[in-house]
DNA sequence: GCCATGGCTAGTA
DNA sequence: GCCATGGCTAGTA
């Protein structure tokens, strides 16, 4: 299965997220080169993880919020980033000065 | 036509 | 809360 240029870019940068870090749908897209297409971001992580084994979990809206459907994914998603020593705020928000993935960065 | 977005506005308190 | 956005798939001809 041969995947567009932009799917397998996705598909690596969301691979190279280190453990303890998110990245927000619009910063991989932008990454991958396309800054509008945080939607397609969302659609590699629906439609892949499970077979690219993607670390799904740590992609997160602009906001620093977990926006997946169900309570039951949710739950998991926070879980999977609390055991990676993520922090949620009260309202359920991450700090995304302090946890977000900038590649650039040499820190 | 789908999708786990994002950005901007309207409308309430 | 609305709606423009865009890569990709399903399903028809």
Redesign the pocket.
């Given at each position: 299965?041969s995947?567009?240029?932009?799917?397998?870019r996705?598909i690596e940068l969301i691979r190279t997220i280190p453990k303890g870090k998110v990245a927000?749908?619009?910063?991989i897209?932008a990454m991958a080169?396309?800054?509008?297409?945080?939607?397609?971001?969302?659609?590699?992580?629906?439609?892949c993880?499970e077979v690219e084994r993607?670390p799904?979990?740590r992609?997160?809206?602009?906001?620093g919020r977990i926006?997946?459907?169900t309570e039951w994914?949710q739950m998991e998603?926070e879980e999977r980033l609390e055991r990676e020593g993520i922090v949620f705020s009260g309202s359920g928000r991450i700090d995304l000065e302090r946890f977000l993935w900038q590649p650039g960065n040499t820190v």
């Open positions: 299965m995947r567009q240029p932009f799917t397998a996705v927000t749908y619009g910063g897209a080169g396309n800054p509008r297409a945080a939607r397609q971001v969302a659609r590699v992580l629906y439609s993880s993607l799904w979990h992609v997160v809206n602009r906001e926006v997946l459907k994914n998603q």
